[in-house]
């Protein structure tokens, strides 16, 4: 499903790209549906796109033996994940699952690299949410490591 | 405020006229210290006038080490004690702004405070650690004691300061009020005296306000390195004259007892949950200087040390704060 | 005040009702001899008597006067005999104690919550007066954060707040069990997803020290000066007066100039998150 550079405008990770950049944003998605515990992707996948929750929940977690899943979190909208794609190797560090109805906007990660690398300005804009999503997430896991450790 | 005289014996008939209706509690030394003993006028003779200074602080007469707290303020004794030196005298003053806060009156408290005349006495000698001068005490009260006392032989020279003290100088009988300066100079010779040995002792020992500069910069090193022969007894806060902290222990039907506690005891910030802010040694006793010469100056008009140099003394470990806030300098 | 001419003594309360929130913690619902008044955010002594007492901070309304509730976690000596208590039983009452949140300054405001664990107890007395006075508010949004779902205590009062006007509620668990679809992480992972005017708000943060920590920074990252965030900062209060030492977190005497300080007050203090 191709992508509506509104639809881009909407989404608060991208509020401090400009016109030409939003349309670029749009010109390399595409809007993917999801259904209740359908697998974005798994643990130690190779990943091609990053992607943005517009609707809906992800539960997001860890693999252990025995095909045991290990929720660790819950992604809500307007957030990204698969932020592994623009990074070698470009593997899933976690598994990603819709828990419930879900809608999200696909980038594909190979020609968003390229962009980085073209424009610097659109290239720092993104990698500054990246790292901010990111620092995010291991702040909390710090956080809920040492909750469950008692400290 | 001015100045009466009365001959000593006549001072010491008065003190025990006065033991009708008051308690009376003055400075002995015998051959292992000196310290308060109830007035009696057979033992009068061993009165130890104006020699620094009685072991126990005085607000060891204000703050028990223990009491019921729920028993109900009786009607006690009025009390007068007599040879408090004026780091004690000034010492007090701190703990006024804590037990007798607006919002939370201790009633123990101030009905001791309400209870006691104090006499203080003009320290005419310096013990080894006497520091008062460098935090701005004098050895000598001109406030806030209700008088002050200076013995000359077989004279007993009183300075009389608050009205409550005045109540008391009308007591003393037969006694003189004295108009002449010159009768009073001794007074003066002895205090510029005391002064210029305590300069002379304490030379280059930073104030109140810049030893409170010095232990909020200090690193770790100085508190790892005095704290090493610490042992946690709690001396230094027993015998400290503004020390004040406490423990509520709950006793059957609901009453409550008020004990003693100091910071240096291992345990004072330990929590129910088994965390201890304090538990290292170095920082426990960093602990206690950040409190005296840091946060309870932001806290409080009155000071936090009033340099008696007790805590020096009482040390079984032989710390001495003077060598080290002389390290930091 | 519990006794105007001794801070010391002690008003008796009965306890008539004791509510199991989750296998540690436990609601006491006490109904003091005389009326007690407490402003939202200010804590009291609770005893066993002869036994020993607890700083707490009630978790009933502060509107009610002629019964209070208290919510107790089981961590000590004296809290694990609390959680023996049966109703009947007389206890004592120290207090009301401290500085607590200045409501009034909230009025015309959004009032973001961030709680964790136990943290929620006197968040709900803050409710408790938001709901009150919610007519003066722009809004109340509650983000809430407990162990497991079983650790989370006033299970009904998530449901109960979304239904109130001007009122929203998220809740979230660091570890999922069996039956729990809820969502999964810490309490400040559910920053991420609410709407709040940052310069029209204030953000009160209550909860276990690390909470209070990792919620702090991220409160901050979000846009909030120091001036608008608020803590509870629960530190061995013991007599509650100003005067036995024990609570003293540098200059300040947390029962008396706290529990409640802004961020402002007390960031200087390297101790503060111990």
Redesign the interface.
């Known amino acids: 499903m191709k992508v509506d550079v509104e639809d881009i405008k909407k989404i608060k990770f991208f509020e401090k790209f400009t016109e030409q950049q939003l349309e670029t944003v749009a010109s390399i998605s595409s809007v993917k549906e999801f259904m209740v515990k359908e697998i974005i992707f798994e643990q130690y996948d190779e990943l091609t796109d990053v992607f943005i929750l517009l609707q809906g929940s992800m539960s997001l977690g860890i693999s252990l033996p025995k095909d045991k899943r290990i929720h660790l979190g819950t992604i809500e909208e307007g957030q990204l994940f698969s932020w592994s794609a623009i990074f070698p190797p470009y593997i899933s560090t976690a598994w990603v699952m819709a828990i419930t109805p879900a809608k999200v906007i696909a980038i594909d990660a190979r020609k968003l690299n390229a962009e980085i690398d073209k424009d610097c300005d659109f290239g720092f804009k993104t990698m500054s949410k990246i790292a901010q999503t990111i620092s995010h997430r291991l702040s909390d896991t710090r956080f809920q490591l040492m909750n469950q450790l008692n400290l | 405020m001015y100045y009466i005289s009365i001959r000593k014996e006549d001072w010491h008939r008065s003190l025990e006229k006065l033991l009708l209706t008051c308690d009376i509690f003055v400075p002995v030394k015998d051959d292992y210290s000196l310290d308060y003993e109830p007035f009696r006028l057979d033992e009068a003779e061993h009165i130890s006038y104006n020699n620094p200074k009685p072991a126990t602080p005085l607000k060891n007469f204000f703050l028990p080490v223990r009491e019921n707290?729920?028993a109900?303020?009786d009607g006690r004794k009025p009390r007068i004690i007599i040879g408090a030196p004026n780091c004690d005298i000034e010492a007090l003053m701190l703990l006024d702004e804590?037990?007798l806060?607006e919002?939370?009156?201790?009633?123990y408290y101030r009905q001791r405070r309400n209870n006691t005349t104090l006499i203080s006495f003009d320290c005419f000698g310096t013990n080894d650690h006497c520091h008062c001068l460098s935090y701005g005490v004098r050895p000598y009260s001109v406030e806030h004691a209700d008088l002050a006392l200076a013995a000359d032989g077989d004279d007993i020279c009183l300075r009389v300061i608050t009205a409550r003290g005045e109540e008391f100088a009308a007591l003393l009988s037969p006694s003189r009020k004295l108009t002449d300066t010159n009768s009073v100079s001794f007074i003066e010779q002895k205090h510029q005296s005391v002064e210029a040995s305590l300069a002379a002792k304490n030379k280059g020992l930073p104030d109140y306000h810049d030893t409170g500069q010095l232990v909020q910069k200090a690193g770790n090193g100085v508190w790892v390195k005095y704290a090493y022969k610490c042992v946690s007894c709690g001396a230094c806060t027993t015998i400290c004259p503004t020390c004040?902290?406490?423990?509520?222990?709950?006793?059957?039907?609901?009453e409550?007892v008020?004990q003693m506690?100091a910071?240096q005891y291992p345990g004072?910030?330990?929590?129910?949950?088994?965390?201890d802010?304090l538990f290292e040694l170095p920082h426990r006793f960093r602990n206690r200087y950040m409190?005296k010469y840091?946060?309870?100056p932001?806290?409080f008009k009155h000071m936090a040390c009033t340099g008696c140099g007790r805590c020096i003394e009482a040390c079984i470990g032989k710390i001495n704060k003077n060598e080290l806030f002389m390290e930091l300098t | 005040m519990t006794n105007n001419t001794n801070i010391y003594k002690p008003l008796r309360a009965k306890l008539v009702d004791v509510i199991e929130e989750s296998p540690l913690i436990k609601t006491f619902v006490l109904i003091p001899e005389r009326e007690f008044v407490f402003s939202t955010g200010q804590f009291i002594e609770l005893s066993v008597d002869g036994v020993g007492e607890a700083p707490f901070t009630p978790s009933s309304s502060p509107l009610v006067s002629d019964k209070l509730e208290v919510t107790v976690m089981k961590t000590g000596y004296v809290t694990k005999i609390m959680h023996e208590l049966k109703p009947g039983a007389v206890m004592g009452i120290r207090g009301p104690y401290g500085r607590g949140y200045p409501v009034k300054s909230f009025e015309g405001k959004e009032v973001l919550i961030l709680g964790g664990g136990c943290g929620l107890a006197p968040i709900r007395s803050l409710l408790f007066t938001l709901e009150h006075m919610k007519d003066k508010l722009e809004k109340v949004i509650l983000c809430y954060g407990s162990k497991s779902p079983t650790d989370c205590i006033y299970k009904p009062l998530f449901s109960r707040l979304n239904s109130i006007d001007k009122f929203e509620a998220y809740r979230t668990v660091d570890r999922t069990e069996e039956g729990w679809d809820g969502p999964v992480g810490v309490a400040t992972a559910l920053l991420d997803k609410i709407k709040v005017k940052i310069e029209n708000s204030v953000a009160v943060v209550c909860g276990p020290p690390i909470m209070m920590k990792f919620g702090t920074i991220r409160i901050l990252e979000m846009g909030y000066r120091d001036d608008q965030i608020y803590l509870s900062m629960e530190k061995n209060m013991s007599c509650g007066l100003g005067k036995c030492g024990h609570c003293m977190m540098g200059e300040f005497f947390v029962c008396k100039d706290g529990p409640v300080f802004t961020y402002k007050e007390i960031k200087h203090n390297p101790e503060i998150w111990k």
Request: aromatic share 14%; proline share 5%; charged share 30%.
């Open positions: 707290v729920t109900g303020v804590i037990y806060d919002t939370f009156t201790d009633p004040s902290c406490f423990l509520l222990i709950d006793k059957p039907d609901f409550k008020k506690d910071c004072f910030e330990r929590v129910a949950g088994g965390d802010a409190c840091v946060w309870k932001q806290k």
